[in-house]
């Protein structure tokens, strides 16, 4: 199987190497901005402050051969699929998280945990109900 995925735009964040950033999504984190493509603009009707999304990203800089490495918490070696490490064998980093703001074609975000000028693949309203 081969698959094309073409990003809707990119990702500000202020870290620079893998080694800033931080190990895991939180709220009370960095600003970051999803900044869309001019022609996904229209793509943000309906988004509103304060509502959780779920974004999809590729994650650059990986070793994409590790399938199992040590755990950053517990140091004890895990399996690629058992962490959210970007190391893995297709690096598609996912979030949910809350707008802060929209303007424009940027959504305003807290606690990304990936590099500046990451591509964005993809925004979905979360859904968070666990008893479905």
Not at 64 to 74: A, F, M, N
Not at 86 to 95: C, V
Request: charged share 30%; net charge positive.
């Amino acid at each position: 199987m081969t698959a094309t995925l073409k990003a809707i735009g990119h990702i500000k964040t202020p870290y620079k190497t893998i080694a800033e950033c931080p190990r895991n999504i939180r709220q009370n984190q960095q600003l970051c901005q999803l900044v869309l493509k001019k022609k996904f603009k229209q793509g943000l009707l309906g988004l509103k402050k304060n509502q959780k999304i779920l974004i999809m990203y590729w994650f650059e800089q990986v070793d994409r051969k590790k399938y199992q490495q040590p755990s950053r918490k517990t140091r004890e070696l895990s399996g690629t699929f058992a962490l959210r490490s970007p190391h893995r064998p297709n690096p598609i980093g996912a979030a949910i998280i809350k707008i802060e703001k929209i303007r424009g074609r940027r959504i305003f975000v807290r606690g990304l945990d990936c590099l500046h000028k990451t591509p964005l693949l993809d925004i979905k309203p979360a859904i968070l109900d666990e008893n479905r």
